[in-house]
Nanobody, 121 residues
């Protein structure tokens, strides 16, 4: 099993940067793929980025070039660096862990509780 806890969300009022962290417990994190998803009010959860256990990365077109996903297996932690934030990035952000770097939520068995990111114009 893997337990996940996100942190680093907040409110920004500029094209600023935030870094989200996803702290994992459980001995299988280094062999798990990790994904970030987000969900805005009244919208479905959408894929943001994913990183495989070997380090391959995948991004949604809407964040490509602005967001960077990474992981530090020694710290059992994953990250989502978000630059040039826009109001449309406002959502609850969730990290997830699973066997494969999937772009759909059902591809992940474990989820964190989410952290809110709000970007005001």
């Amino acid at each position: 099993q893997v337990q996940l806890v996100e942190s680093g969300g907040g409110l920004v009022a500029c094209e600023c940067s935030l870094r989200l962290s996803c702290a994992a417990s459980g001995r299988t994190f280094s062999r798990s793929s990790m994904g970030w998803f987000r969900q805005a009010p009244r919208k479905e959860r959408e894929f943001v980025a994913a990183i495989s256990w070997s380090g391959s990365t995948y991004y949604a077109d809407s964040v490509k070039g602005r967001f960077t996903i990474s992981r530090d297996n020694a710290k059992n932690t994953g990250y989502l660096q978000m630059n040039t934030l826009k109001p449309e990035d406002t959502a609850a952000y969730y990290c997830a862990a699973g066997s494969y770097a999937s772009t759909v939520p059902k591809g992940y068995a474990y989820w964190g509780q989410g952290t809110q990111v709000t970007v005001s114009s």
